[in-house]
């Protein structure tokens, strides 16, 4: 991409990139602390409802006492950056309209992070979507305001989704065929029914990093019953239209050099539907034995050659080891073996604010992430969202979503059962009671009206 220069120019004649952040958690944290070393950006404030939280994630991450100060009105917030100040407040909103380029959204909450980027869009500041939650549930409306408003709506570098869409934009640009693209995790099928309570426990965290309370519990539980898997894969779907099998995600154990001839479609001896699809891998077996090499902690995208020449130099290519293709020389496959969370945000923030290149949008809408009860549920019992104790996301295809009416694992939390539904369902909205005057609600049944046939 070559934009560090760029940065620098803007340095330079004084004319830096200027952002806002909205959430103070360990993500955003992990931005901030590399932001102090990228030239040509200019952090204005930081919104968080916990001001004092907020306070000491600054401050842990380097930035000077004397540079924070607290505003809570859009003029304040001005004046203070003006004066080289970084501004704490409680209030997203006053943010949103202050002198800004670009607002990056890293709540980690459907609803809000949802509300954040809309009203980011309305006034005129590019997007950074760091909550992907908001993206795999109303992404598509997002894209579209952005559009409308020649702004930039994007997915946050750094983790896996926007990862995942800088391979396959390669393999594309470079004349491939992409055949499936994902990510590797340690998978378990009983790890669906983890609750906060365990979670942590799966994830590998421990009693001292949880007792820290650096950690959102329901957030890393996500993690751990897979349901932030299947969210980002839902946003990774969507932005590079990759339309989901059918069962969704299998989660194949596949030793690494056998994964070019397992992902490909099952017509020509692999394990695929078909081509142009999405999978996450697991890194251990059923029975819990761990591969002798896996892609865990990384991303991959398996891509086809088109033609009898590049076969031919794939397959010796692979000979020599610089990338490992199937025998025919026809599939291959390129990874990224981890990611840097928000220590590589700043790529986003360059790609947004230089070049008005997203890194990853949404493009369809094939994908979607259904709501599936963890236990049996019943009449009036309360629904808690992503990573608590009553459901699980599972990947689904848009159409079959929209069919069924099924109830996005987006709009799962603060709802409650109208129907009794058996332990592994897929809830419907017919399922539960509803706030039908929730703004992600209102958007989310205007996506889906497009697409009623």
């Known amino acids: 991409m070559n934009v560090y220069h760029l940065l620098k120019q803007r340095e330079t004649v004084g004319n830096p990139v200027r952002i ?23 952090l204005i404030g930081v919104a968080d409802l916990d001001i004092e939280k907020a306070r000491k994630r600054c401050l842990r991450a380097g930035w000077s006492g004397e540079r924070i100060s607290l505003g809570a009105s859009t003029s304040v917030i001005n004046d203070a950056s003006r004066r080289g100040k970084i501004v704490l407040t409680e209030d997203a909103i006053q943010l949103i309209h202050a002198d800004l380029d670009a607002m990056l959204e890293i709540t980690g909450i459907a609803d809000t992070g949802a509300y954040h980027a809309w009203n980011a869009l309305e006034a005129g500041k590019h997007v950074i979507a760091v909550t992907v939650e908001a993206d795999a549930l109303l992404g598509k409306a997002l894209k579209e305001l952005a559009d409308q408003k020649g702004l930039v709506y994007s997915l946050g570098y750094g983790d896996e989704p926007a990862c995942l869409c800088e391979l396959v934009d390669w393999a594309k640009t470079a004349g491939f065929e992409v055949v499936c693209a994902g990510k590797c995790v340690s998978y378990k099928p009983e790890k669906r029914y983890s609750t906060p309570e365990t979670g942590w426990k799966y994830y590998g965290l421990s009693e001292e990093q949880v007792a820290s309370g650096d950690y959102n519990l329901k957030m890393y539980n996500s993690f751990a019953d897979g349901t932030k898997s299947v969210t980002e894969m839902c946003a990774v779907a969507n932005a590079c239209r990759l339309t989901p099998q059918e069962n969704g995600l299998q989660y194949p154990a596949i030793e690494y050099e056998e994964l070019p001839s397992k992902l490909r479609p099952k017509t020509e001896g692999g394990i695929l539907e078909h081509k142009g699809t999405i999978e996450i891998l697991s890194g251990e077996k059923r029975d819990g034995t761990p591969l002798k090499r896996s892609l865990r902690w990384g991303v991959y995208v398996v891509f ?48 947004v604010g230089l070049l008005g290149v997203p890194t990853g949008t949404p493009s369809a809408f094939v994908a979607d992430v259904a709501t599936v009860a963890k236990k049996d549920l019943n009449p009036g019992d309360m629904l808690d969202g992503e990573g608590g104790y009553a459901v699980y996301g599972k990947l689904v295809a848009s159409e079959q979503s929209i069919k069924g009416r099924y109830l996005p694992i987006g709009l799962s939390s603060h709802v409650e059962m109208a129907n009794h539904v058996t332990k592994d369902s897929i809830l419907t909205y017919d399922d539960v009671t509803i706030d039908q005057s929730r703004f992600s609600y209102q958007i989310r049944k205007k996506i889906e009206e497009e697409y009623k046939t």
């Open 20 to 42: 806002g952040v909205i959430g103070a958690g360990t993500y955003g944290s992990m931005f901030l602390s590399q932001l102090r070393f990228i030239p040509g950006i200019q």
């Open 304 to 351: 086809k050659g088109q033609s009898d020449y590049v076969k031919h130099y794939l397959s010796n290519f692979s000979i020599e080891h610089r990338i490992l293709t199937d025998p025919s020389g026809e599939y291959s496959i390129l990874y990224r073996p981890t990611h840097l969370i928000g220590l590589e945000l700043g790529i986003s923030v360059a790609s």
